[in-house]
């Protein structure tokens, strides 16, 4: 996927027919549920990096809750976009273009506390994962937690993922640098209707509210069946 492309309001095509759109189906204009219940949680430690920030929303809102944050993306125009919105809001935030396979530039001294990945680990396919997991780990502090937010397998197999999202294939990408402490299905907010969903993916079409692949929230937002995990650096 064309990220900068994404963040430039281009169209691009989603998916193997060549379905074109210029939604940010991962937008919210606000932090991701997940994340806010992360923080309420005690589950955020400082220094933050998250990785593959987009518009910055989860790293300004935990800037706002006081927490040294530094948030990269592989796309220009994201960054650009939420230095905006950091410099508007008055919030500190370090965001930086990078690359997760190889993090060059994204340091603090004595590493990183908590690292927060919102829906990229599912963009990589798996020798990128596997330099992305060990670069967290050369940039992150002994007992440092990471928390992902990822496709579930049977989404990914659907929306054709560059790699195996399922359980088994995730718990052996983590295992030597990380230990896997929760790994439970969650629902993660799009910024999508189902209708929208429906154009961006037409295999799915048709599927009632309640199928297991997706359900909307109160506020018409199509919900999609996530992994949530939380692993600590071994």
């Given at each position: 996927?064309?990220?900068?492309?994404?963040?430039?309001?281009?169209?691009i095509?989603?998916g193997?027919?060549?379905?074109?759109?210029?939604?940010?189906p991962?937008?919210?204009?606000a932090?991701?549920?997940?994340?806010?219940?992360?923080?309420?949680?005690?589950?955020?430690?400082?220094?933050?990096?998250?990785?593959?920030?987009?518009?910055?929303?989860?790293?300004?809102?935990?800037?706002?809750?006081?927490?040294?944050?530094?948030?990269?993306?592989?796309?220009?125009?994201?960054?650009?976009r939420?230095?905006?919105?950091?410099?508007?809001?008055?919030?500190?935030?370090?965001?930086?273009?990078a690359?997760?396979?190889?993090?060059?530039?994204?340091?603090?001294?004595?590493?990183?506390?908590?690292?927060?990945?919102?829906?990229?680990?599912?963009?990589?396919?798996?020798?990128?994962?596997?330099a992305?997991?060990?670069g967290?780990?050369?940039?992150?502090?002994?007992?440092?937690?990471?928390?992902?937010?990822?496709?579930?397998?049977?989404?990914?197999?659907?929306?054709?993922?560059?790699?195996?999202?399922?359980?088994?294939?995730?718990?052996e990408?983590?295992?030597?640098?990380?230990?896997?402490?929760?790994?439970?299905?969650?629902?993660?907010?799009?910024?999508?209707?189902?209708?929208?969903?429906q154009?961006?993916?037409?295999e799915?079409s048709?599927?009632?509210?309640?199928?297991?692949?997706?359900?909307?929230?109160?506020?018409?937002?199509?919900?999609?069946?996530?992994?949530?995990?939380?692993?600590?650096?071994?």
């Amino acid at each position: 996927m064309d990220f900068e492309a994404v963040y430039q309001g281009r169209e691009i095509a989603y998916g193997a027919d060549d379905r074109r759109s210029d939604l940010i189906p991962w937008r919210l204009d606000a932090p991701q549920p997940l994340v806010v219940e992360l923080e309420a949680a005690g589950d955020i430690a400082g220094p933050v990096l998250e990785c593959g920030c987009g518009l910055g929303d989860n790293a300004l809102f935990l800037a706002g809750r006081g927490y040294e944050v530094t948030a990269f993306d592989a796309a220009p125009s994201a960054i650009e976009r939420s230095r905006a919105k950091a410099t508007a809001a008055g919030t500190p935030v370090t965001f930086t273009v990078a690359d997760a396979t190889e993090l060059r530039g994204v340091a603090v001294p004595g590493g990183f506390r908590t690292v927060v990945d919102s829906a990229m680990l599912h963009c990589l396919d798996a020798d990128q994962r596997q330099a992305y997991l060990a670069g967290l780990r050369r940039v992150c502090a002994p007992g440092a937690k990471l928390h992902v937010l990822c496709f579930r397998g049977e989404l990914a197999d659907r929306l054709g993922m560059p790699a195996d999202m399922g359980e088994r294939g995730l718990r052996e990408a983590f295992a030597g640098a990380w230990t896997i402490r929760r790994m439970e299905p969650r629902r993660y907010t799009t910024g999508l209707t189902l209708q929208e969903w429906q154009k961006l993916t037409p295999e799915v079409s048709g599927v009632p509210e309640q199928d297991d692949t997706v359900t909307v929230d109160r506020e018409g937002r199509i919900l999609l069946p996530f992994w949530q995990i939380t692993a600590e650096l071994a």
